[in-house]
């Protein structure tokens, strides 16, 4: 049962999928939740895409549940598979891109 204070969002990963399909030569938002102190978006990056370097105003966290990302930060590489999850401050500056087709959970704190 689903009420005022709960909500699902997705009850798999093929639901997940389905919401926001891979777009070619594209990463492609989906706003999920904004809930309080908390912004939840899935990102589906097509193969070879890359979000250029960029920075966030608020801590973030940035989980894989699909596909294998290359993350770029701090002058190290990381490379990141479905499962890992990483945190990453306000206002550092970042890179990620796709060696698969990818998708992320991205929660964004503040």
């Known amino acids: 049962m689903i009420s ?3 909500q699902l969002i997705a009850a798999g ?4 999928a389905a919401q ?3 777009r070619e030569g594209r990463v492609t938002p989906d706003k999920l939740l ?4 908390f912004k939840l978006r899935h990102l589906a990056f097509d193969a070879g895409v890359v979000m250029k370097e960029h920075s966030a105003p608020v801590p973030l966290l940035i989980q894989v549940v699909a596909g294998r ?3 770029r930060i701090e002058d190290a590489e990381h490379i990141l598979l479905p499962g890992a999850v990483f945190y ?3 206002k550092v500056l970042h890179e ?3 060696s698969d087709p990818s998708r992320l959970l ?3 704190i503040g």
């Open 96 to 98: 990620v891109e796709a």
């Open 106 to 108: 991205l929660t964004l």
């Open 34 to 37: 904004d809930g309080p102190g």
């Open 4 to 6: 005022e204070h709960s």
């Open 69 to 71: 990302v290359l993350l």
């Open 88 to 90: 990453i401050a306000p």
């Open 20 to 22: 926001n399909p891979f």
């Open 13 to 16: 990963i093929d639901e997940l």
